[in-house]
Structure formats: C-alpha cells, structure tokens
C-alpha cells in the first residue's frame, strides 16, 4: 500500500479558538497547481490529565473555492441574521444563564405557585 505523503505548506494561518484550532493551509499538487487544507484540531483531556487530540480534514481546489466561498458566506449569513453575532453557548460563556420562556399556560401555573392553599369549609 502506497503511503500518501502530506505536502510541505506554501502559506499557513492558525485560528485558535479555545479548546480547537483551524489550520487553513495552502499547498501544492503534483502538477504544483495550489489547493487548501483545513484542519480541525480539538484537544480531548482524559480523567488521568493525559490529552489526544482529534482531527478532521478537508481538501478545497480551486474549482471549488467560488461555491464553497458563496455557500460558506450563505450560511453564515444565514445564521447570523436568525440569531445574531452574541454567542449564546454555554460552553463559551462560564456566567452564561439560558433564560426560559414561558407559555401563557405557564405563565398561570406559575404566578398561582404563590397562592395559600385554602378550604373553603374553613370559612
């Protein structure tokens, strides 16, 4: 079986955002045309305080960078107009408190929550 060898990195940015990291890489193909990986890597820390790391890969050519570019940007977009740029996870915010909303169903069992429990035979 035939080993692939990874290509030496012609230009290479790093994006570390808490436990993972991107890499986008810009390498050469045989023909020495140019192409991007982008890795992510997330580190995984065991009960022992040992640590792994587990990556997934992609490979984007050149043919492929204008509807890759459009349909990124098409979702991103996306999602940032239904939600907005705040980030709401509590994995990225340690003060984080998900507020709940009510129904009006809700709404009415819990504001009666507050009430004495009576007996009208007491009256």
């Given at each position: ?9 012609i230009f290479?940015?790093v994006?570390r955002?808490?436990?993972r990291t ?5 390498r050469?193909t045989?023909?020495d045309d140019?192409y991007?990986t982008v890795?992510e890597?997330k580190?995984?820390?065991?009960d022992?305080?040992t ?8 490979y ?5 960078f204008?509807d ?6 098409k979702?991103?977009?996306?999602i940032?107009?239904?939600?907005g740029?705040?980030?709401?996870s509590e994995?990225?915010?340690?003060d984080f408190?998900k507020e709940?909303i009510?129904t ?10 507050s009430?004495t ?6 009256i």
């Amino acid at each position: 079986m035939a080993e692939r060898v990874e290509q030496e990195e012609i230009f290479s940015q790093v994006l570390r955002a808490g436990r993972r990291t991107y890499f986008f890489d810009v390498r050469a193909t045989k023909a020495d045309d140019y192409y991007l990986t982008v890795t992510e890597s997330k580190k995984f820390t065991h009960d022992d305080g040992t640590f792994h790391y587990q990556k997934h890969k992609i490979y984007l050519y050149k043919e492929d960078f204008t509807d890759f570019h459009e349909m990124l940007k098409k979702a991103t977009d996306y999602i940032i107009n239904e939600k907005g740029d705040e980030v709401i996870s509590e994995r990225h915010q340690k003060d984080f408190k998900k507020e709940e909303i009510k129904t009006d169903a809700e709404e009415t069992t819990t504001s009666t929550e507050s009430f004495t429990d009576i007996s009208f035979d007491d009256i």
